[in-house]
């Protein structure tokens, strides 16, 4: 069984950083897609990042390009997200997740199938 466990959230001024980490067990984590994705209040939930199993690509919606990278350790079984100059409307509830299906950049929910439990992630202004 696939588990996902999120940390690295916390409250954040204005043009801080965080990195948020991802820490998956229960498959052969080289070998999927990871993908970052965020729910704020009164919002459906939204894709952030992915990272490509097969060559470490990387695609990122068009608000946090520039600002924020996705990268993982096979060795480690962990991906990372580096939040850098954060803004208040980054506020959210962040989610890791990984697909049933070896896709090589799923960028939808609906192509991922475990999820994490979630860290939230505050700006302040």
């Known amino acids: 069984q696939v588990s996902l466990v999120e940390s690295g959230g916390g409250l954040v001024q204005t043009g801080g950083s965080l990195r948020l980490a991802c820490a998956a067990s229960?498959?052969?984590?080289?070998?999927?897609?990871m993908g970052w994705f965020r729910q704020a209040p009164g919002k459906e939930r939204e894709f952030v990042a992915t990272i490509s199993w097969i060559d470490d690509r990387t695609y990122y919606t068009d608000s946090v390009k520039g600002r924020f990278t996705i990268s993982r350790d096979n060795a480690k079984r962990t991906v990372y997200l580096q939040m850098n100059s954060l803004k208040p409307e980054d506020t959210a509830v962040y989610y890791c997740a990984t697909p049933k299906i070896r896709w090589d950049l799923p960028i939808t929910s609906s192509q991922y199938d475990y999820w994490g439990q979630g860290t939230q992630v505050t700006v302040s202004s």
């Open positions: 229960g498959r052969t984590f080289s070998l999927y897609a």
